[in-house]
C-alpha cells in the first residue's frame, strides 16, 4: 500500500519557521525525484520544491533563499525546511513522489501550514 505520510504543519507566526517531513512506504523511494506542492485557498496548486534521487534541487522562486528541501534515503523520509515564514506561505503543502518522466505520482494526504500572528 502506497504511503506518504507528512508531519510538521501548525501555526506560525510571520518571519518564524517550520519543518515539513514526510515518510514513504510501498513505493520506489531512493531512485525517484520528491518533492513539495501547496495549495492555498482559490488558488490553483503550486510547486514548491523538488530533490532528485541524485541531490539536485529545484525550488519556486517564491520560496526561494527560504526554504530546503533534503532527503534521507535510508529513513525514506523528504523534509522541507521553511523560513522567514510569510502569510503568503499559508497553504496545504503535499508531499509527492515523481515517476520517471517527472510527472507527479503519488500524493501525501496534506498537511496545514498557516503564518498568522
Known amino acids: 500500500q502506497v504511503q506518504l505520510v507528512e508531519s510538521g504543519g501548525g501555526l506560525v507566526p510571520p518571519g518564524g519557521s517550520l519543518r515539513l517531513s514526510c515518510v514513504a512506504s510501498?513505493?520506489?523511494?531512493?531512485?525517484?525525484?520528491m518533492g513539495w506542492y501547496r495549495q492555498a485557498p482559490g488558488k490553483q496548486r503550486e510547486l514548491v520544491a523538488t530533490m532528485t534521487f541524485g541531490g539536485v534541487t529545484n525550488y519556486a522562486d517564491s520560496v526561494k533563499g527560504r526554504s530546503t528541501i533534503s532527503r534521507d534515503n535510508p529513513k525514506r523520509m523528504v523534509s522541507l525546511q521553511m523560513n522567514s515564514l510569510k502569510p503568503e506561505d499559508t497553504a496545504v503543502y503535499y508531499c509527492?513522489?515523481?515517476?520517471?518522466?517527472?510527472?507527479?505520482?503519488?500524493w501525501g494526504q496534506g498537511t496545514q501550514v498557516t503564518v498568522s500572528s
Open positions: 509527492v513522489r515523481f515517476d520517471l518522466w517527472g510527472r507527479p505520482e503519488y
Open positions: 510501498g513505493v520506489t523511494f531512493s531512485s525517484r525525484t
